[in-house]
């Protein structure tokens, strides 16, 4: 689950300096050819060897299944992907399929074949609801779920044995009433990451969700954060960080995980980190998944990762490749190295006997990925400072996403 976390945090930072120099497999950023499918991936799984070889059994088996069709796949590093892929096809020499995840889709959606045209019926009709949503774009699925995760409630059991405590928060109502007593005994209720530079699909967006707001308007044309919910959202948040109940220096600051009070056993929750980031501090066994917070609804964070194909490609053969890549049993070998789970009805539990992988599972469909909106990321950029600012007490929350809002307007007319 920690590389779910990087590629978010990745997807957020925006575009930085070009980068086609690849890791792992052997690259070519061109074609070479209609009876080849160039795949470009990213390092899911970390180990730079497992992912060789998962990616190398894979091509090694489909090649034996359809005499006549070759695969190229070629990893890249996270970092400037977007970057190096924009460039890429800019040229006309970008691969047939690519690993996208959502948020990428909606940017990318004039250059995909959406997924309708090549993927078998059968297989989008196993896919769950979530995972299926958070690839439609303007009404058609653009891309293949082939992993998806989730960020529901975290709870660290020692601090609620500290405070003698054995019942968790599932409510907003219920973490508020708690943050009193756990600040008289020296913890945090909970611990929320201001800095700009943390992507808002993991801080902000799923109170905005749990309070029944959304990020944009229902066509996408315009802001809807500074909605009733978005104010009842931020209003909330501000009052854990007035009343010293979340750590204020990370409003503005994000230190390494090790260096906080999470890591420190001071933080009750967490809807922000995943269980592979807690695990190595808090101990697997203290670690409580509770279901995601419940404002007016409930509502987490997952991410989703996929495979898209790219207009220019071979239809038949690179929807071969990729229908091939999401049967569940090759996806499989994708997924568990980093805790993901299956994004189809189909697939076998992978994790049976795993409490805490069966009661994260258990949030996966009350996921959501982000919207998916060509001008997410910029409207991220400005509504994220808007939010520090009045976490820090410069603006009233309706003024801060007032002013986010106006200027999130601004950039979405431009994408459009």
């Known amino acids: 689950m920690r590389a779910s976390r990087t590629a978010a945090a990745a997807a957020a930072a925006g575009l930085a300096a070009v980068s086609l120099a690849a890791c792992g497999s052997d690259s ?7 009876d080849t499918v160039t795949t470009w991936v990213y390092p899911v799984i970390a180990d730079e060897k497992a992912n060789q070889a998962y990616w190398d059994g894979l091509v090694k088996g489909f090649e034996a299944a359809n005499p006549g069709i070759k695969v190229k796949v070629s990893t890249y590093p996270w970092a400037n992907r977007d970057t190096a892929l924009a460039t890429a096809l800019a040229g006309g020499k970008g691969p047939d399929v690519a690993y996208l995840i959502p948020d990428q889709l909606a940017a990318y959606q004039k250059n995909l074949i959406p997924a309708a045209d090549y993927l078998p019926a059968a297989d989008t009709q196993a896919l769950r609801p979530s995972a299926l949503k958070a690839v439609t774009v303007d009404g058609k699925p653009l891309a293949t779920p082939v992993l998806m995760s989730a960020f529901p409630l975290l709870c660290d059991k020692k601090v609620f044995d500290a405070i003698g405590e054995t019942s968790y928060p599932t409510s907003w109502d219920e973490l508020t009433a708690l943050a009193p007593k756990l600040k008289a005994k020296g913890y945090y209720a909970t611990s929320y990451s201001g ?7 993991m801080t902000f967006y799923p109170l905005l969700w749990q309070a029944g707001g959304d990020v944009f308007a229902p066509d996408g044309k315009t802001a809807a954060f500074n909605s009733d919910a978005g104010v ?40 922000q980190n995943s269980a592979a980031e807690v695990e190595p501090f808090w101990g697997k066994d203290n670690i409580i998944v509770q279901p995601a917070l419940t404002g007016t609804t409930q509502a987490a964070y997952g991410t989703v990762g996929t495979l898209a194909m790219f207009k220019g490609a071979d239809k038949n053969a690179a929807g071969k490749w990729i229908a091939y890549v999401a049967q569940p049993k090759n996806t499989e070998g994708l997924q568990k190295p980093g805790g993901y789970f299956p994004t189809r009805t189909d697939a076998d539990d992978l994790y049976p006997g795993d409490a805490m992988q069966q009661a994260t599972a258990k949030a996966l469909d009350s996921t959501q990925v982000g919207p998916l909106n060509k001008a997410s990321r910029d409207v991220m950029g400005v509504l994220a400072p808007e939010i520090q600012a009045a976490l820090l007490g410069k603006k009233s929350p309706q003024q801060a996403l007032d002013d986010a809002a106006k200027a999130a307007d601004q950039l979405i007319s431009r994408k459009r």
């Open 195 to 201: 800095d700009t530079t943390a992507t808002l699909n």
């Open 28 to 34: 070519s950023s061109s074609a070479s050819g209609k």
């Open 232 to 271: 009842k959202a931020l209003s909330w948040l501000k009052t854990f960080v007035d009343k010293g109940w979340t750590p204020k220096d990370l409003v503005t600051t994000t230190p390494k995980i090790e260096q906080t009070d999470l890591a420190k056993n001071k933080v009750a929750c967490t809807w």
